[in-house]
């Protein structure tokens, strides 16, 4: 009763229970009733899952489920009855937010999301009736990474290798990368950069079983670069220059405050930035040390950044790059190479 992974396609598993109605935390709860559920270890072709929602709905608990061999395939199936247009797990074998199980669950909550590892099936919203019940499945074929999700014994989504092309779902790449772009654009415009943890996205932590409020935010307050970056180096393909000034301004204001503390630190001239980085350029102060008592200036206690200095290279780079895709040579002179300027003499 396994699932090793050994290829991309094959199902992975871990040490978590099957749980109906409800993810690994206890939270995502199903906003209605889920009944006869089943994981079953095989691909279930289209004619014996229509088969299964032409017969009445069995009422009954689905809460201990054991885990067959999945290596012909898996199908997870059940009669749902949701009462709200709320986003819940159906059937979950998967850490959250992780890659390494399965789940069939409602996301939105008005339509079906099919995981398997790494791989994610979608079907079109709004699919879902609310107080009536309804058969819905997904499968999944380890031999090809065909991925299908049903609904009444329709299939309403698929990809892969021998789905038909008129059930597939819209191009996953392109849809996240839309959405990307529309998330940065509503948190690229303002005085400092785009958060890394959350943005201006923030969720209710007691999702995830935290009792903070809705700015909390794991990891911290502060700008981390190597996490900062990602979006920017991204904007430029995308052409989405008019979003990154708010990246360039921050580093260039503490700038002067950059090159003051390389000379204090290391007598040195030029500068550099902190990895853990606060809007006014100094160090986190759990990084830097709160206690500094007998300690020199430059002696930062967190033993993962106190010789972490790229980030001031990384920038250069990043606005080199921004010179080369939009050809700006004001942008060049007045701010790329004094910037290269100030790192390079620190470096």
């Not at 935390?25 to 199903?30: A, E």
């Not at 698929?158 to 819209?170: M, Y």
């Not at 990154?244 to 500068?271: K, S, V, W």
């Not at 990084?287 to 001031?312: F, I, S």
Request: charged residues 20%; contains cysteine; negative net charge.
């Amino acid at each position: 009763m396994r699932c090793d992974v050994t290829s991309s396609l094959e199902i992975p598993t871990n040490n978590l229970p099957i749980r109906v109605g409800r993810d690994a935390r206890g939270t995502s709860r199903f906003p209605g009733s889920v009944s006869a559920a089943r994981v079953l270890g095989r691909t279930l072709p289209p004619e014996e899952i229509l088969a299964c929602a032409r017969v009445a709905p069995e009422i009954s608990p689905s809460d201990r489920l054991s885990l067959p061999d999945c290596e012909q395939g898996l199908t997870l199936d059940a009669w749902i009855y949701p009462v709200a247009s709320t986003a819940g797990r159906i059937i979950d074998k998967i850490s959250v937010g992780g890659s390494d199980g399965f789940l069939l669950d409602t996301h939105p909550g008005d339509s079906l999301r099919l995981i398997v590892g790494s791989k994610i099936l979608q079907a079109p919203d709004q699919v879902l009736d609310q107080e009536r019940w309804q058969h819905v499945a997904g499968t999944f074929d380890p031999s090809t990474g065909a991925m299908r999700i049903f609904l009444e014994g329709k299939q309403i989504a698929g990809s892969g290798p021998g789905v038909d092309g008129q059930h597939s779902t819209p191009m996953t790449v392109g849809r996240a990368h839309t959405l990307q772009r529309y998330m940065q654009a509503c948190a690229g415009r303002g005085i400092y950069p785009i958060k890394f943890n959350g943005s201006i996205f923030t969720v209710e932590p007691t999702a995830m079983g935290h009792g903070d409020n809705p700015d909390w935010r794991r990891w911290g307050d502060c700008h981390w670069w190597q996490n900062v970056r990602m979006p920017y180096h991204a904007m430029l393909a995308a052409g989405d220059f008019d979003l990154m000034p708010p990246l360039f301004n921050t580093f260039e204001a503490i700038r002067p405050f950059a090159e003051a503390r390389a000379e204090l630190y290391h007598q040195a001239e030029g500068c550099y930035f902190a990895e853990t980085m606060t809007v006014w350029g100094t160090y986190a102060n759990r990084d830097y040390g709160w206690n500094r008592t007998g300690l020199e200036p430059n002696e930062v206690q967190c033993k993962y950044w106190r010789c972490a200095w790229n980030q001031g290279l990384e920038l250069v780079a990043l606005m080199l790059d921004h010179y080369d895709y939009t050809g700006d040579h004001a942008f060049l002179k007045s701010r790329a190479l004094p910037m290269a300027t100030s790192v390079w003499s620190r470096s």
